[in-house]
């Protein structure tokens, strides 16, 4: 099935070294294509992917005042998982190209 | 620098959130939203804001996959629930009191048969005997398991047959100031808290009629109001209490995994008793409306009802008292 945009977003972005979570929604948005995530999208996907075993949180800073700061990784599912969505979307990128590429314009 | 007024805002906003993601989360969702608030002071607007609360209601909401099912089959057996309990309270706590054998007689005297009826049974409390084998047996641990409308009940047998006792008995009470419905079979007459119900199994010229009056307080319109109040409340409730437990047992914990069987227990325990109650409450507009709690008239309904119960007191001590937390695997 195919991945939703946030998603990707999130996997995509946390295909590097670990982010916070204000850190994933810059990158989200700074991406090439990317979009703003609210923090309410991010922490919904994030509570779907850390489920699915697709992410983890790979460290807590206590910040004092009740408040941590958590940041995300990608597991090896989640590498896997974003391997096969980038490979769907290149295989569906590769056709459509083919197939504008083709297109004729019609005569006015 | 966040200053503490923006801080304590924010703490507030996220109570829109469940109680389990306000554990799992909250802490970092807070930081993340403030970093958030600083790098951009636009983040922090009153559509920001208002985002934030409509996002921690609807992560209270959401349910994924096939969860939805579960979810609507415990939002009808809180519905029923609630209705059930809420319909019963008020019943006994607005009702008029229950006539006794004489006054019954009293009022309902011109229309009786001739004759000592066939049966005779007089009830002035919430409950009556059911008489069932598995009635009596279940009375030790779940209390007298019929809830009645009270009132007297009297009944003839293959009394001889007349033409038209409904309209007669209409004419009769009508002219003694009663408010009177009928339809084929049944006669309801209303006056000063105090109903008639007159049911005739008419026979013809050759077979006797069998007749049934009941003389009991009027049902009271507050118990199906409450009743239907009481389904509204049960039914968010219900769902909400799905969806927090499926939302929390994707996270493969054992406690919460219990929490989603017993859930399933709970639903399936209570949900005939509920469904009868939903169908009585939706029966009050109707000329012998069933009191809003006959669900637990249904014998099979009382056990799995006792067990259902039971299930979904663990769910909630598991739900409300459980909080769950984020493993770090670093």
């Keep these: 099935m195919a991945m939703q945009e946030p998603t990707f977003l999130v996997l995509t972005a946390l295909a590097g070294p ?15 294509g990317g979009m703003p995530l609210r923090a309410g999208t991010l922490y919904a996907a994030l509570d779907r992917l850390t489920a699915e075993g697709l992410v983890e949180v790979a460290g807590e800073e206590q910040l004092g005042g009740g408040r941590v700061r958590r940041s995300y990784r990608l597991t090896g599912s989640g590498a896997t998982a974003l391997r096969a969505e980038t490979a769907r979307r290149r295989d569906l990128l590769a056709v459509a ?3 504008l590429a083709a297109l004729r314009p019609r005569p006015a | 620098m966040t200053d503490e007024a923006t801080v304590r805002r924010y703490r507030r906003l996220l109570h829109a959130y469940p109680g389990w993601h306000r554990h799992r989360y909250g802490p970092d969702l807070l930081t993340t939203l403030l970093d958030a608030a600083e790098a951009d002071p636009g983040a922090d607007s009153r559509r920001a804001r208002a985002a934030i609360v409509a996002d921690g209601l609807r992560t209270r909401v959401r349910v994924r996959g096939a969860g939805w099912l579960l979810a609507a089959l415990a939002a009808l057996a809180g519905a029923g629930a609630l209705a059930g309990l809420a319909g019963f309270a008020s019943w006994y706590a607005t009702v008029g009191p229950a006539p ?46 019929d809830p009645a409308r009270g009132g007297v009940v009297l009944e003839w047998f293959e009394v001889p047959h007349r033409a038209a006792p409904l309209a007669d008995a209409g004419r009769y009470l009508s002219g003694h100031g009663w408010r009177v419905r009928h339809d084929a079979e049944t006669l309801v007459a209303d006056r000063a808290r105090l109903r008639i119900e007159l049911t005739v199994l008419a ?3 050759r077979h006797p009629d069998d007749v049934t009056v009941h003389v009991l307080p009027i049902p009271p319109t507050t118990a199906y109001v409450l009743a239907t109040v009481g ?19 994707r996270h493969r914990a054992t406690a919460d995994l219990a929490a989603l069987v017993l859930l399933v227990v709970a639903v399936l325990g209570t949900l005939p008793a509920a469904g009868l ?16 709690w006959s669900g637990y008239h249904f014998a099979l309904a009382r056990p799995l009802g006792a067990c259902g119960a039971l299930a979904l007191g663990a769910v909630l001590l598991l739900t409300v008292r459980r909080r769950p937390r984020t493993r770090v695997t670093a």
């Design chain 2, 231 to 249: 389904a509204a409340v049960g039914l968010v409730a219900g769902w909400l209490v799905a969806a927090a437990v499926l939302a929390r047992a």
């Design chain 1, 18 to 32: 670990p982010l916070h979570g204000y850190a994933i929604m810059r990158a989200a948005a700074e991406l090439p």
């Design chain 2, 203 to 205: 026979g013809d010229a």
């Design chain 2, 100 to 145: 006794t054998r004489a006054r019954a007689v009293a009022v309902a005297g011109p229309l009786l048969p001739a004759g000592k009826p066939s049966v005779d049974t007089v009830s002035d409390g919430a409950y009556e005997s059911g008489g069932d084998p598995l009635d009596t047996a279940l009375m030790a641990v779940l209390g007298d398991p």
């Design chain 1, 97 to 99: 190209t083919d197939r």
């Design chain 2, 277 to 292: 109650d939903l169908l009585a409450v939706g029966s009050a507009g109707s000329l012998l409306p069933e009191p809003p």
